[in-house]
């Protein structure tokens, strides 16, 4: 690497650290406000609920290095645009494409460990997310709202691997649980099994759900084959799932974007050969490629602005990159609600975002040519 290219990328790394943990911050920010508060003022366990935030913390790094890198090659290439050095290097015979190359190959690593860090780490994340709530549930029952309605006088339910749903109606003083009701579902068909229960208690440590008071009714063909009553027992449970997210349903399924790409791949495969539309599912897999992408797209956009800049008199400073960089954001969620709702093919709503960066950055090249 040559030393114009080095001075360059010496302009630009530290920026990209200084914003990468600045995103990260604002993101931790937003947790605490969102769910990591309600947690701690429900008696949420704090080593638990800080664990909860670590966990989260890859997935914050794969969104961020994207927006941080843009940030960053704005504000360094603002600067030596603001000192004339850009003005002093193509003076001297040095062309746009040496400008562009170490920060594109900065964009190229940065690509590459967003993607590595969105196929290896978030998804190993997700699943010990989810053993972290899980153990938050069984340590106080009470974060999650249990025994709380909802406008529609509906409690709300946990469902575990074995396709039970358990219902909590009330919980009381001491972590007790009140009028439980636990039904083995299944595919297409009137439940198997209906445990109630007056009573319950989740053990703290284990999977086991103890019951007090109860009855258990078996089914067949929707009809009740046996009745058993019980003063005492133990329910085991396994891979209870909940959400802390309060507009998402506890249905214990992992949202597509936290799969692995060969799971993810396989699903949509399946999904095209039986024509079922499934937004979230193609959009997931689209972004699997596309946010990791945008890191190339917006150091492209970077410094083809940075040219543009020097050549028309403008100065960017931290303001614009700011700006700049909360544009790209409003404009990437704006494109990802409007492919899960499907009003938008998935592919064309994933790559929007980056296409609109490159031909951004195109058309102010083109422009800078012409002064």
Known sequence: MKRFERYVLDETVPPLLGALAVVILLLILAALQDVIAPLLAKGASPLLVARLLALNIPEAVARALPIALMFAALLGLSRLAADSEIKAALAGGVAVTRLMRPVLGLALGVTALSFAIGEGLMPRAQVEVQKVQRQIVFDNPRVIGLGVTDAQGRSLVLTDALGRAISVGEVRPGGELG?????????????????????????PGSNVLELEDGQRVT?????????????????????????????????????????????????????????????GDFMALHRK??????????????????????????????????????????????????????????ALAAYAPDLIAVLAGAALLWRSARR
């Open 289 to 346: 490629f596309a946010e990791p992408l945008a890191a190339l797209a917006l150091a492209f956009f970077a410094v083809s602005l940075a040219v543009y800049t020097f050549r028309s008199g403008l100065n960017l400073g931290l303001t614009w990159a700011i700006l700049l960089a909360f544009a790209y954001y409003a404009t990437w969620s704006v494109f990802r609600v409007l492919g899960e709702q499907a009003a938008l093919p998935a």
């Open 219 to 279: 089914y067949q063909n929707a009809r009740p084959v046996t009745v058993l009553s019980f003063e005492r027992g133990t329910l085991p449970v396994q891979d209870v799932q909940t959400s802390f997210d309060p507009n998402a349903a506890s249905s214990g399924q992992v949202q597509p974007i936290y799969l692995p790409l060969r799971e993810l791949l396989a699903r949509t495969a399946v999904y095209r050969a039986q024509h079922v539309a499934s937004p």
């Open 179 to 203: 009028d439980l009701r636990i039904v083995t579902m299944q595919t297409a068909q009137a439940p198997r099994e209906v445990i109630t229960a007056r009573r319950g208690r989740l053990t």
